[in-house]
């Protein structure tokens, strides 16, 4: 609490000369009373750099290598370390979308026999692109993974299944799936391209005439 603080910076300053000429002391202390710095915000700094290099440092080694001030350690190392899994999460994220981003830039214009002409429109699970079938010469919907969902081994294994299974389906208001596949690591499935507007365009307009 307030006084364990209080305590930390009005006690520190009296283990100055004892532990900074005790060889033995670890080199963040010696450096930090050496310096002048309250030695509790030395060891806080160590334990945050020792979580961003992958180690898993316990709070009782800091606590052993500092213990009069046991609990000012054991109020503030939980709080880094929570911090710390708060950073590291939000770069790995950038760092998704960053590839996303690549992926979608380097799309190849061609995927095994399709050829791409443009993009149609896209969702969380996939993109999907007009294409010709360039050995049937006809033109195709080609459904490729989102670049976001190819970093995910579960969603590319949905997708594989979301295709297998549009392909068993028979029906005339079903669009008849030709063939799946993977080409330059993208996955996709090849389906019936039919003329029209998009579903969220066709809802959007029959709202726009009911008001």
Do not use: C
């Amino acid at each position: 609490g307030a006084g364990t603080s209080g305590g930390v910076s009005a006690n520190w300053m009296s283990e100055q000369v004892n532990v900074a000429s005790d060889s033995r002391k670890p080199d963040a202390l010696v450096s930090a009373y050496t310096e002048g710095r309250n030695p509790v915000d030395a060891l806080a700094d160590e334990y945050s750099m020792r979580l961003r290099n992958g180690e898993s440092p316990s709070v009782d080694e800091f606590v052993q290598r500092l213990p009069k001030h046991e609990d000012a350690i054991r109020a503030l190392f939980p709080s880094i370390a929570m911090m710390e899994r708060i950073s590291e999460k939000d770069h790995s994220e950038h760092q998704i979308v960053q590839q996303a981003v690549r992926l979608t830039d380097s799309l190849p214009q061609v995927l095994g026999d399709f050829r791409i002409v443009r993009e149609i429109g896209r969702g969380g699970m996939g993109i999907v692109y007009e294409a010709e079938q360039q050995s049937l010469r006809r033109r195709v919907a080609l459904k490729i993974v989102s670049p976001l969902a190819a970093v995910s081994e579960h969603q590319v294994v949905r997708f594989r299944r979301e295709a297998e299974a549009a392909a068993g389906l028979h029906h005339t208001n079903i669009v008849p799936v030709f063939g799946i596949g993977e080409a330059d690591g993208v996955h996709y499935f090849a389906m019936q391209l039919i003329d029209g507007i998009p579903l969220s365009k066709f809802i959007q307009s029959t709202r726009t005439d009911v008001y």
